[in-house]
């Protein structure tokens, strides 16, 4: 397989041609993924709101999505449900929630079949953030 | 009416004759007695008055009993078939009598018309039975369902309908094991225990607490209290009857401890996010500029957000445990790989203290059935408590093996200063913190009790053997994959479902 880039992750001039979605409202921590994923080569597009989350999800030009769970106008699981739920068109985008909140066991399972991925937020750092995106093809 | 006329006329031929023979009869008697013997008028009045009188006996006593045979033949019928006289035995019908087809005829419309009286009667009493029960049991606001011997639910009341959001035909000759999906928080499941009094008992009851039931399209569990009645010898094969007491709003209150502490996690992460977060980009870009002392700092920094991370997930998987909803899900792992994760992921919490943490993995052992992230949780705490123990010693070994029961034996050893034999029992009691003062080492003490609480859902063991001022040595035992797969041989051996506290689903075993 060839590898996405040569250069080293760290170096931030080189883009790595990938879009990335962070649907976050927490400003701190959107600020955060996006320094950290710019510099890793990431074109980066934050959205606070659920439902313009929602319909920039639907524009499907983005290679990830990163979907928070609490956020304004709809949730994230409403947001899901309509980019995975029946009936949605098909999507290119690979959905990793990003949520510090606690679910129940079915409910997570519920989350976690429709989504890509499902990350805890305080136990990642955006450099593990950065890692594990680069694993997600 | 063709035999009654049939009759009449086999009747009236037959009396015709008789009453010829009975002329002729006459005039011959007075011929013979007039001409051939020649008795004087008087003799021969006497004669025939008496042959009158014979004849006159004679013949009305025969022709009685000749015409009254058909009679007798429908009264014997009628006898026989009344409840009262019903040892009367059923008339012969093949003896040809006198209007044979109109008795045989009357005869067979007696038995139809009884039963008929019979059906409407049993019919009658069937619908009373039916309706009585149906009426009871749909007046009855707690779900009722009665299963046969295949565990196939054969009746559903109303409430069980509306409890479960389903109706009677997506119920009824269905398994109870589709249509309840239940768990429980002991390991004596109500599949386990029906199992177990098909096998052992004729009647038997038994009663749950706390089951959970999920339903469909609905994110709540519903919890209720569980009664059931096993009778094998119910006569209409209602083999097994459940009812439902529902507790939902009462018991989820109880659960609102934990939808505290969920809140009270999701406050908590966020800041920690952060803080890794700031953590993360200093040390990435800060580390060549700072001074030792400082860079030592922030190397604290990261060891204490992450130790902070740790305790907010112990917090909330003890919030877990005690609510009955920590879930675990026992699936194939390699046990190196995973002891490998954990001692790296401390190892910078130990090295800021200075610690090394040392490996003694065997090379050739089984795979284990463990949940990933509970068994995680259990060695981090482990390592966790001989970091915060360890006093000035520096040195912790882990090691891993087969034991001799034939279990995967893991063990945490430090060289502090041990525990004193008195306050060992109590090790593993929620907020235990050993004999130390607050001041001298962190902690809740709820790693211990978390750690207790998963390795018993796992089946396991774990122990304790600590000498004073020679450190102490935690050791916890895992099921091999193999084994545990061999205990749930029907099941679906890739997800096995535990419970702290054993909360159990119903069956990963059931077949449809």
Same mark, same amino acid.
């Given at each position: 397989?060839?590898? *996405? *880039? ?51 999800? *639907? ?79 | &009416? ?30 013979? &007695? ?7 008028? +008087? ?34 019928? =009628?006898?026989? =078939? ?158 097994? &009857? ?40 200093? +040390? ?21 957000? +992450?130790?902070?991370?740790?305790? =907010? ?19 194939? +792992? ?161 997800? =096995? ?16």
């Amino acid at each position: 397989m060839k590898p *996405q *880039q040569t250069t080293p992750p760290t170096t931030p001039t080189m883009n790595n041609g990938r879009k990335v979605l962070v649907v976050e409202d927490e400003h701190f921590i959107s600020e955060l993924y996006v320094r950290a994923l710019t510099k890793a080569g990431y074109d980066v597009s934050v959205e606070v709101d659920g439902q313009r989350g929602l319909e920039l999800a *639907q524009t499907n030009t983005f290679d990830i999505i990163l979907l928070d769970l609490m956020i304004p106008t709809i949730t994230g699981i409403e947001v899901l449900r309509k980019l995975r739920g029946p009936g949605a068109p098909p999507l290119k985008s690979k959905i990793i929630i990003t949520t510090n909140l606690e679910q129940r066991e079915e409910i997570r399972a519920d989350i976690e079949k429709q989504a890509d991925a499902y990350l805890v937020k305080a136990e990642v750092t955006p450099r593990e953030l950065v890692e594990f995106l680069s694993t997600i093809k | &009416m063709d035999n009654l006329q049939k009759f009449v006329s086999q009747v009236r031929s037959r009396l015709f004759v008789v009453l010829v023979i009975n002329n002729i009869f006459i005039y011959v008697d007075w011929w013979f &007695m007039d001409r051939v013997i020649g008795l004087d008028t +008087e003799k021969l009045i006497f004669t025939l008055v008496i042959t009158t009188v014979l004849s006159l006996t004679i013949l009305p006593w025969l022709s009685a009993k000749y015409l009254t045979q058909p009679t007798k033949l429908i009264w014997q019928a =009628i006898l026989h =078939i009344a409840p009262d006289t019903a040892n009367v035995p059923a008339p012969n019908l093949k003896r040809r009598t006198l209007g044979h087809d109109l008795v045989m005829n009357l005869v067979s419309h007696i038995y139809q018309l009884a039963s008929v009286v019979d059906d409407i009667e049993k019919t009658e009493a069937t619908r009373q039975t039916d309706l009585k029960k149906d009426f009871v049991a749909n007046a009855l606001p707690l779900p009722l369902l009665v299963l046969d011997k295949n565990q196939t639910v054969i009746f559903a009341n109303h409430a069980t309908c509306d409890y479960i959001k389903r109706t009677t035909n997506e119920v009824i000759g269905q398994s109870v094991y589709s249509v309840l999906d239940m768990s429980f928080v002991s390991e004596e499941t109500f599949d386990k225990w029906l199992d177990n009094v098909k096998h052992n008992a004729a009647v038997e009851s038994k009663t749950w607490e706390r089951v959970r039931l999920k339903v469909e399209g609905e994110e709540v569990q519903r919890q209720f209290d569980l009664a059931a009645y096993f009778n094998a010898e119910n006569p209409e094969g209602f083999e097994t &009857m459940l009812v439902l007491f529902d507790h939902t709003e009462s018991y989820s209150q109880d659960d609102q401890g934990l939808g505290f502490i969920a809140l009270a996690v999701h406050e908590l992460r966020t800041p920690v996010t952060l803080l890794r977060g700031y953590i993360d980009v200093f +040390e990435e870009e800060l580390h060549d500029t700072l001074t030792p002392e400082l860079a030592g700092y922030l190397h604290k920094m990261h060891a204490t957000a +992450e130790g902070l991370t740790t305790f =907010i997930n112990n917090m909330l998987s003890v919030s877990r445990v005690e609510n009955d909803q920590l879930l675990l899900k026992l699936h194939e +792992e390699n046990w190196a790989e995973i002891v490998d994760t954990v001692v790296s992921d401390l190892s910078l919490r130990a090295n800021v203290q200075g610690i090394t943490i040392e490996k003694d993995v065997a090379k050739d052992m089984p795979t284990v059935g463990v949940d990933r992230v509970g068994i995680y949780e259990v060695i981090a705490n482990l390592i966790d408590n001989a970091i915060k123990y360890s006093g000035t010693s520096k040195r912790i070994i882990i090691r891993a093996g087969l034991n001799k029961e034939g279990m995967v034996e893991t063990t945490v050893q430090d060289f502090g200063a041990g525990i004193p034999e008195g306050v060992i029992a109590n090790l593993f009691d929620k907020y235990y913190r050993s004999h130390r003062s607050r001041s001298q080492v962190g902690g809740t003490g709820l790693g211990l009790y978390l750690s207790k609480a998963i390795v018993d859902a796992h089946r396991g063991h774990i122990w304790v053997r600590s000498k004073e001022g020679q450190g102490s040595t935690f050791g916890f035992t895992v099921i091999p994959y193999a084994k545990l797969a061999d205990e749930q041989k029907n099941g679906d051996n890739n997800d =096995i479902s535990r419970g702290a506290h054993g909360w159990i689903k119903n069956h990963s075993l059931y077949s449809r």
